[in-house]
Nanobody, 118 residues
Framework: QVRLVESGGGLVQAGGSLRLSCAASGSIVTIKTMVWYRQAPGKQRELVASITSGGITNYAGSVKGRFTISRDNAKNLVDLQMNSLKPEDTAVYYC????????????WGQGTQVTVSS
């Protein structure tokens, strides 16, 4: 069983920055792609960014140019650097990953709260 622990959230003013981190532990299988999702109050969980084991990244249009995802394959870590934060970025942020069968590697963790004040 894989466990995911997110950290680094907090309260920041608009225009500020935060760096989120996620550590995967347990019975780690090959993680093909690591991802960050977010869920704002009253909204569905949405994909924010993804990164393959080869370093190919993709971003939601709303965060492109502001957020940067990175990973350490050897340590099963994935980070999300968030710059120029906006109030609409306020959400609980979750990490996860896809295995070789494009299945999630773990149940959703508790996430980390990001609150951006205007």
């Amino acid at each position: 069983q894989v466990r995911l622990v997110e950290s680094g959230g907090g309260l920041v003013q608009a225009g500020g920055s935060l760096r989120l981190s996620c550590a995967a532990s347990g019975s780690i299988v090959t993680i093909k792609t690591m991802v960050w999702y977010r869920q704002a109050p009253g909204k569905q969980r949405e994909l924010v960014a993804s990164i393959t084991s080869g370093g190919i990244t993709n971003y939601a249009g709303s965060v492109k140019g502001r957020f940067t995802i990175s990973r350490d394959n050897a340590k099963n870590l994935v980070d999300l650097q968030m710059n120029s934060l906006k109030p609409e970025d306020t959400a609980v942020y979750y990490c996860n990953g896809f295995d070789s069968y494009y299945l999630f590697i773990a149940s959703w963790g508790q996430g980390t709260q990001v609150t951006v004040s205007s």
